[in-house]
């Protein structure tokens, strides 16, 4: 059974170019997005750059790239047409190439953070695209989109590293034509993209109550701040659980192979969490996947060998699944604002995230690694017991009403 299909109605068929192609959208954007931060040692090495120098361009570009998703999501809400992402392509292709020919870094930091606005127009435009190309399963097609983006910033670094290391930082300007050539193929698919700009109405077609409810702020903050916590905890792990693995005798590569298995297994649970959602319940899958990761922390810094990795590997699966189900929930919980609540669980969130790591930092410094280790559980713990607050519509949701699912 599908538990958020309209009540009445057939199960609508996903629409797979809409989905595809919004995801392979989402891909190739994330890959110009994640091709300049593994190149800033390289970069601080060649014009003697500190390191807050390099911090400065990381924190410029998150916040054009994540804290400005909200207000495009809502302008998007407005005016927004399925054109925007291809337009976002071109623009942030064009600006990361640049930087290839104009190294110097006050340029740098301009170029990046000026790209980061394709970031932050693109990301909540997609995933309302695929959302109102889900059919009766919109867990399975955000996760869809999701994972394309996953995967996107994985080989990000596989694609800059190695070209530079070989031809130097002006061959940046050869992943130009991956997003030209991407953005050129909307033309081909342009007609099955539904608009991000909701249809107020639709002849022979009866409004469905949802779409006349006003939208639930108050039940929509409460989950951005889980989707907060969560983010929080991710960057967790990314910037200190290597440490604990050094510490354990493992040498100081190991963060490389740490971070791909914790990468990898997520993309693999922001896939299954999707088609999970729709058949067991949202509710269910977000709960299962908090308790989880709290479990699977505990196995990874208690462990030792094959048990730990794996303890990494199911933490990377169960962290990253609550993404795909967080942005469906927020995008019923106000389904005519679905631009914005996309740009709070995937640009605000992430954001808010990544500015609470230096404090887990601070706890490392003044009470030890083990300290900062274990703040994981109360954050984690907390979203539980927030999300669990949430009044069960707002935790399982709703199918967007079809007047939302129009063509635009």
Known sequence: MLPDASPGRAPEPLRWPAVLWSTGAHFTLDLYM???PPLLPYLAQVQGLSLAETGLVLSAQSITASFLQPLAGLVLDRCGRPWVMAASLVYTAVLVSLIGLFPAYSTLLVLFTLAGLGSSLLHPLGSVTATRAAGSQPGL???IYS??????FALGPAFAVPLVAHFGLQALVYLLPIGLLYAASFLWVRHALPGAKPASSEKGRARPVLADRPPRWGALALLNVVSWLRAWAQFIVIAYFPYHFINQGYPVTVAGPLMSTF???GTVGTFAAGFLADHLGRRGVVTGSLLLSLAATWISLTARGAFAWAGIAVLGAALHALMPVSIVIAQELAPRQAGLAAGMMMGLAFGLGGLCT?????????????????????????????????PAEGRQGNSLPSDLKASG
Do not use: E
Not at 147 to 152: A, I, R, S
Not at 374 to 386: E, R
């Open 263 to 265: 990468l990898l297994a």
């Open 147 to 152: 994972t394309g983006g996953n995967l996107g």
């Open 141 to 143: 097609a955000v996760s």
């Open 358 to 390: 230096p404090l887990t930092g601070f706890l490392a410094d003044t009470y030890g690694l083990a300290t900062a280790l274990a703040s994981f559980y109360p954050i984690v713990g907390l979203a539980l017991l927030l999300f669990l607050a949430l």
């Open 34 to 36: 994640n091709t300049i």
